[in-house]
T-cell receptor, first 112, second 110 residues
Framework: EPEVTQTPSHQVTQMGQEVILRCVPISNHLYFYWYRQILGQKVEFLVSFYNNEISEKSEIFDDQFSVERPDGSNFTLKIRSTKLEDSAMYFC??????????FGPGTRLTVT | RKEVEQDPGPFNVPEGATVAFNCTYSNSASQSFFWYRQDCRKEPKLLMSVYSSGNEDGRFTAQLNRASQYISLLIRDSKLSDSATYLCAVNTHNFNKFYFGSGTKLNVKP
């Protein structure tokens, strides 16, 4: 069964550093998403991506965040200058036209 | 006002019990509704979409009440393996922006 994959599973970085989180969505999916979940809190929408551009973004997704689909398979989330409060689990998801989303296993980001 | 609200629980039920969760949403223009299950420190896994007419998948039944703006999930004959946090998700009239509830924790006990 096809699945979304994410790398790395855990990333530790220092405050102010840039990180890139990588995702390989399910191959025939057209919609791509990033979410974050701070420990013990709810899953929060960051951004959706369709047809090679951002279709929606949340208030959390400010200028320090960017997304790219650099080739036909990868979907990346870049955080330019990490802050302590960026520590969270970051989930990538991909979806179909029915908007059902399938999540990857997540990248745990720890900012020290 | 929160976009999506759920009772955090926990719901502690014995094996074989029937349990129901509700989830309310604030935006009457919301279009699509889903239930996910999330195990501790794992990703949300899609359990089922919720259709206007209601839908069933084995022991799980989902319903939508647009007038009162809530969705529900009924689990019959609970199994130990049903223990998890159940998240509802709603997408807005923009179709591509989703809101998740904080989840309802279910503990099924032997």
């Amino acid at each position: 069964e096809p699945e979304v994959t994410q790398t790395p599973s855990h990333q530790v970085t220092q405050m102010g550093q840039e990180v890139i989180l990588r995702c390989v969505p399910i191959s025939n999916h057209l919609y791509f998403y990033w979410y974050r979940q701070i420990l013990g809190q709810k899953v929060e929408f960051l951004v959706s991506f369709y047809n090679n551009e951002i279709s929606e973004k949340s208030e959390i997704f400010d200028d320090q965040f960017s997304v790219e689909r650099p080739d036909g398979s990868n979907f990346t989330l870049k955080i330019r200058s990490t802050k302590l409060e960026d520590s969270a689990m970051y989930f990538c998801a991909s979806g179909t036209v029915s908007y059902e989303q399938y999540f990857g296993p997540g990248t745990r980001l720890t900012v020290t | 006002r929160k976009e999506v609200e759920q009772d955090p629980g926990p719901f502690n039920v014995p094996e074989g019990a029937t349990v129901a969760f509700n989830c309310t949403y604030s935006n009457s223009a919301s279009q699509s509704f889903f239930w996910y299950r999330q195990d501790c420190r794992k990703e949300p896994k899609l359990l089922m979409s919720v259709y206007s007419s209601g839908n069933e998948d084995g022991r799980f039944t989902a319903q939508l009440n647009r007038a009162s703006q809530y969705i529900s999930l009924l689990i019959r004959d609970s199994k130990l393996s049903d223990s998890a946090t159940y998240l509802c998700a709603v997408n807005t009239h923009n179709f591509n922006k989703f809101y998740f509830g904080s989840g309802t924790k279910l503990n099924v006990k032997p």
